[in-house]
């Protein structure tokens, strides 16, 4: 499995919702203004089935999740056509969505796709996020999420959007998973794919589509390169490769000289945008 590392800016970026507009004539205009209302329409269609630079369309879920998302990784979602240049996203005209994202999350995703360093809490031997409660955890339940206070770790988990991430002409599913270990270190931002069900007891599995790693102020964001989304998902990953980031306003941040080097070929490489 191919991730690549990638630096971000941590500057705060403008997010605008775009929507198409069918072009309607009103009633009583000229004729020559109606031909040319009809030209503009047909103009505009013609662009749209050509391209012309339009992004592919966002279902937006939680506004506020998609945001701190294309905070975290707006090039990649430049480079899949959900975001453009400026930072917008094209919204659906219409779109009918579900009432109960939080508690299909809960009750039928698995965990299986959090890094090795997360599972090794000894809290995840259920299939299920729902699996994993133990008597000393603490759940809080939202439309669209949920929240999980561990002995050990605290995570959230929120449906962000829909979208067709790989350009295959199928939606899915993007769903955040914020993982905070409460002895300190690494907390990470999952951002996982997940095919729709296609009935009411379909189990769901995610693939992981970027992983945004924190310690203290140093981020750093792992990418998959995959363009393959399977419904039973993929392996767990393998653990990241050590990767400092220059943070504005700080100096880079080296690794001790006795630092084990990583082994090659272990399925990770740092790439510079």
Not at 255 to 260: D, F, I, S, V
Request: some cysteine.
């Amino acid at each position: 499995m191919l991730f690549t590392s990638r630096s971000q800016t941590l500057t705060k970026a403008a997010f605008t919702e775009k929507r198409l507009f069918a072009v309607k004539s009103p009633p009583g205009e000229s004729t020559h203004i109606m031909v040319l209302s009809r030209i503009c329409a047909l103009l505009c269609l013609g662009c749209l089935l050509a391209g012309c630079g339009t992004t592919r369309p966002v279902v937006v879920v939680e506004k506020d999740e998609f945001m701190k998302m294309a905070h975290n990784m707006p090039k990649e979602l430049q480079a899949r056509d959900l975001l453009d240049k400026d930072g917008s996203y094209t919204a659906p005209m219409s779109f009918k969505g579900l009432k109960d994202y939080g508690d299909i999350l809960f009750t039928r995703l698995s965990p299986s796709f959090m890094l090795q360093n997360d599972t090794a809490h000894d809290v995840y031997l259920g299939e299920t996020f729902s699996a994993t409660i133990l008597p000393d955890s603490r759940v809080q339940r939202f439309p669209n999420g949920f929240s999980i206070n561990h002995a050990t770790q605290k995570l959230k988990v929120n449906m962000v959007g829909i979208a067709d991430w790989n350009g295959d002409g199928q939606d899915e599913w993007i769903v955040s998973c914020f993982v905070e270990p409460k002895r300190g270190g690494r907390t990470r931002i999952y951002y996982v794919l997940v095919p729709p069900p296609l009935n009411d007891q379909e189990k769901l599995k995610g693939t992981v589509a970027a992983v945004y790693e924190c310690f203290g102020l140093s981020c750093t964001l792992y990418v998959r390169d995959s363009k393959v989304i399977q419904r039973d998902a993929a392996d767990p990953l393998l653990p990241p490769t050590e990767v400092h980031d220059v943070v504005p306003g700080l100096q880079p941040v080296t690794t001790p000289p006795n630092k084990a080097k990583q082994k090659s070929g272990e399925g990770l490489e740092e790439r510079s945008l």
